[in-house]
């Protein structure tokens, strides 16, 4: 089962640069751990020790965020896009 | 108030589009608009808000130009170097159009003079380079109820949402809290493509200007997301957030926190 995953050019490092990865999980948790073992150094960046999103970065399933459907239990499916979105203060 | 002769052959090509006309016109310069930082957003969003007549353009920043700003800062030019940003910006934006009063402020924003600063505007800007200015703003804006237009860059990546307070999702609506200080690097150690700085502060001219003429859809409960390496925009959805520390159900934040000593840590560590 593939998921487009959407990669923030501050996390691009993990992912040699690639923009978009192909990711699978049947949860965000689950692609999030798939992801991790890819692209080791993932995780960290994205929950915190507790394995909880950290609080300024969020993450959408297509158009919604997460946070307002099952959290990391929010359910994936084949062609889904999942968007990993810091905050980000430049100006 | 009447438009001059010569401000109807200035501004003929929009207030010849329909929803602008003469009326739009006025309420253009008679529009009061606050940008927050001088720098990559700031400029390209001051120059077209003052080339489109906006009455009043208050900008606040405390910096001096630097050789290293003129790659993106595009209001700035070689004479400025050294010189204050506010003052440097006020006089192109007046080589522009002397239509517009531009107020400078050449001091940091703080919790103690942010209330005073935008009590007098209709909508303020974000264009600052720190997270800690960013939340001062988000939160000043929301507990005196002044519309904002949220603009942030990273590398290759811009962001933008428009936050009118009470009725759409703010900023911390979206990112409850600030990452902690040197885990996020900013501009000056992770770089910034100009042209990035360019687009995000032209999207956030064109809210300001939608909000002051009263026309379309702003970009209010959706986060426009950017990637400059694709050349894609999205638009997420963003929706109020109960347990917002601000403008949610039983907010914690009443009155503003003081970022100062984070802030001064931060720039400490983006010397380098």
């Not at chain 1, 890819?38 to 999103?53: N, W």
């Not at chain 2, 390209?44 to 906006?54: E, Q, R, T, W």
């Not at chain 2, 811009?158 to 999702?169: F, L, N, R, V, Y």
């Amino acid at each position: 089962m593939s998921i487009r995953v959407r990669i923030p050019t501050v996390l691009q490092k993990l992912t040699q640069n690639r923009i978009e990865v192909e990711g699978e999980g049947k949860h965000v948790r689950e692609l999030i751990e798939n992801l991790e073992k890819e692209f080791p150094g993932m995780k960290e960046r994205i929950c915190d020790d507790a394995g909880r999103l950290r609080r300024f970065i969020n993450i959408y399933v297509n158009e919604e965020d997460i946070r307002f459907l099952e959290m990391d239990l929010t359910p994936l499916e084949q062609g889904d896009e999942v968007s990993i979105i810091p905050a980000v203060a430049g100006g | 108030m009447k438009l001059r002769e010569e401000q109807i052959e200035r501004y003929s090509r929009q207030i010849i589009l329909p929803n602008v006309g003469g009326k739009g016109q006025e309420k253009l310069l008679n529009a009061k608009v606050l940008i927050v930082g001088a720098g990559g957003l700031g400029s390209p969003c001051a120059l077209y808000l003052g080339a489109a007549g906006i009455g009043k353009i208050g900008i606040v920043d405390s910096d001096a130009v630097e050789l290293n700003n003129l790659q993106r800062q595009v209001i700035h030019s070689m004479k400025d170097v050294g010189r204050p940003k506010v003052e440097s910006a006020r006089d192109r934006i007046n080589a522009i159009n002397q239509d517009v009063e531009v107020i400078p402020y050449h001091l940091r924003i703080t919790s103690e003079n942010i209330l005073d600063i935008i009590k007098d505007y209709d909508i303020v800007v974000d264009g600052s380079d720190n997270f800690p200015t960013r939340y001062l703003v988000n939160d000043a804006c929301v507990l005196s109820k002044k519309p904002l237009s949220h603009g942030g860059i990273f590398r290759f990546d811009g962001q933008a949402m428009t936050i009118i307070p009470g009725e759409s999702p703010c900023l911390r609506c979206l990112f409850p809290e600030p990452p902690p200080p040197g885990l996020v690097p900013g501009c000056q150690e992770a770089g910034i493509l100009g042209a990035v700085a360019g687009a995000i502060g032209i999207i956030q001219a064109n809210e300001v200007l939608k909000y002051v003429l009263g026309i379309g859809e702003l970009l209010t409960g959706k986060l426009l997301v950017f990637s400059a390496l694709d050349s894609s925009f999205r638009q997420l959805k963003v929706s109020r957030y109960p347990k917002c520390p601000v403008c949610g159900e039983s907010p914690e934040i009443t009155k503003l926190i003081d970022y100062e000593e984070f802030c001064s840590l931060q720039r400490k560590d983006e010397k380098v």
